[in-house]
């Protein structure tokens, strides 16, 4: 089993930057895919974004250049570095990983492993 642990989350202005960071425990998989989704008040969890082994990254298009993961296999530990927040990246965060070193996907049935979520709400 492996524990995810977000940390990060909170309230900010609009146009604001936050890191949220993701530590892994237990049996951690230095090559198995992690990602960072989220979930809006009546909306479906989405990917926005994903990392595989040796730094390959997959991004939701809409986010790109706004949104970043990176990964510190020596801490376990995966991070998000969001800038240029908007009201609509209000969400609860969520960091997952794959049990496997299999490709990175979108969809959250691929992850076996999920943190409690991290709230981020951007203020207007």
């Known amino acids: 089993q492996v524990q995810l642990v977000e940390s990060g989350g909170g309230l900010v202005q609009d146009g604001d930057s936050l890191r949220l960071s993701c530590t892994a425990s237990g049996r951690t998989c230095t090559g198995c895919p992690m990602a960072w989704f989220r979930q809006a008040p009546g909306k479906e969890r989405e990917l926005v974004t994903a990392?595989?082994?040796?730094?390959?990254?997959y991004s939701k298009d809409s986010l790109k250049g706004r949104f970043a993961i990176s990964r510190d296999n020596a801490k376990n530990t995966v991070y998000l570095e969001m800038d240029n927040l908007t009201p609509e990246d209000t969400a609860v965060y969520y960091c997952?990983?794959?049990?496997?070193?299999?490709?990175?996907?979108?969809?959250?049935?691929?992850?076996?492993?999920w943190g409690q979520g991290t709230q981020v709400t951007v203020s207007s």
């Open positions: 990392i595989g082994w040796r730094g390959a990254t």
């Open positions: 997952a990983a794959k049990s496997r070193v299999v490709s990175m996907t979108a969809a959250p049935e691929d992850y076996d492993y």
